[in-house]
């Protein structure tokens, strides 16, 4: 793959995160963190993941991607919040290791990366039982989408709707091609692995904020992101991008029963048309009998914050569908 193609797709799915230690306990930390922005943490106890719970009403998951915090999704939250009827309970994941978050359960050592996204969702199917969450909406962004994905496609009976924000269900496919066997796409995989976890702190802050600055064209949201990034786990992130290259859902497709929405944007590397995105999306989930796609134009990858008023007109549109 050339240099420039690899560059783009990069820019598309997000590769994120710095290295950044949290040196205080974490029970410290988020209590402090909760106390200074007004919401409470759900009583579960992982090692993965904790959960940021607010609102009363209809159950909705909301899954951040790869360096992101559960502040990405500020604008959504405040905008559900401002409905009418009977209101949403909305429970923000925030995985261990990212936006300043102890890495805990998903600690890496260099050179023996492991799962971070399977094991995040098999723990979000754990707190939906736990806690008694009633066939709640899922919504993922990015590697939250694949999370989204896992989680509908493994525990079909605990997902009422699925949402999944531009990601494909296999990225191995964009690196090394649609036809590309196993041991091809680990290759590939281990390549971009090895360059992230043994780059130089400040080398991989450097290129992943040139990186997220061309993943949200609206200049003024990018603060959020950016800090999230400064203050996510290098290891962490590189080893849940390399999980995110050789995991390919697409066999697993049809076990998702729940109504499923993809929302994507048009790739922006040299020779892709909008018209070539749909085709590699069509493809993608072709798998997935009923599945809805739309492309949101002029917008980035994190559509959320690029596109927040017909991010939310689509969301409002789904919801309603229950």
Do not use: C
């Not at 993941?49 to 999704?73: F, K």
Request: proline content about 5%; charged content about 20%.
């Amino acid at each position: 793959m050339n240099t420039s193609l690899l560059t783009g797709i990069i820019a598309v799915v997000g590769v994120l995160a710095a290295f950044a230690g949290v040196g205080e306990a974490r029970a410290q930390d988020e209590a402090a963190h909760a106390g200074h922005h007004g919401h409470r943490h759900a009583d579960f106890d992982s090692d993965r993941l904790h959960v940021r719970v607010e609102g009363q009403g209809r159950d909705i998951i909301l899954i951040p991607g790869l360096a992101s915090s559960p502040e990405v999704w500020q604008g959504t939250v405040d905008h559900l919040g401002a409905q009418d009827g009977a209101g949403w309970r909305i429970h923000r994941i925030h995985v261990q290791g990212f936006a300043g978050a102890p890495a805990e359960g998903n600690a890496q050592q260099v050179g023996s990366p492991t799962p971070v996204a399977a094991p995040v969702a098999d723990e979000i199917a754990r707190y939906i039982r736990e806690q008694n969450l009633d066939r709640p909406v899922v919504v993922g962004h990015s590697m939250g989408g694949t999370i989204g994905l896992m989680l509908a496609a493994r525990h079909p009976d605990l997902v009422g709707r699925l949402m999944v924000v531009d990601m494909v269900p296999f990225l191995g496919a964009l690196f090394a091609g649609p036809t590309a066997d196993a041991a091809g796409v680990a290759a590939v995989a281990d390549q971009v692995y090895a360059g992230q976890a043994n780059a130089a702190p400040a080398d991989y802050r450097a290129r992943s904020v040139a990186t997220l600055t061309g993943m949200i064209d609206n200049a003024a949201a990018r603060v959020g992101p950016l800090h999230d990034d400064e203050t996510t786990d290098q290891q962490v992130a590189a080893a849940s991008f390399r999980e995110l290259i050789v995991t390919d859902l697409r066999p697993e497709l049809a076990k998702i029963t729940a109504p499923t929405e993809v929302l994507y944007v048009a790739f922006r590397t040299p020779g892709m048309t909008a018209a070539t995105t749909d085709a590699v999306y069509a493809a993608a989930y072709a798998g997935l009998p009923g599945v809805a796609l739309k492309r949101i134009d002029d917008s980035a990858h994190f559509i959320m914050l690029d596109q927040p008023a017909a991010f939310h007109a689509d969301l409002d549109a789904f919801l309603s569908a229950e």
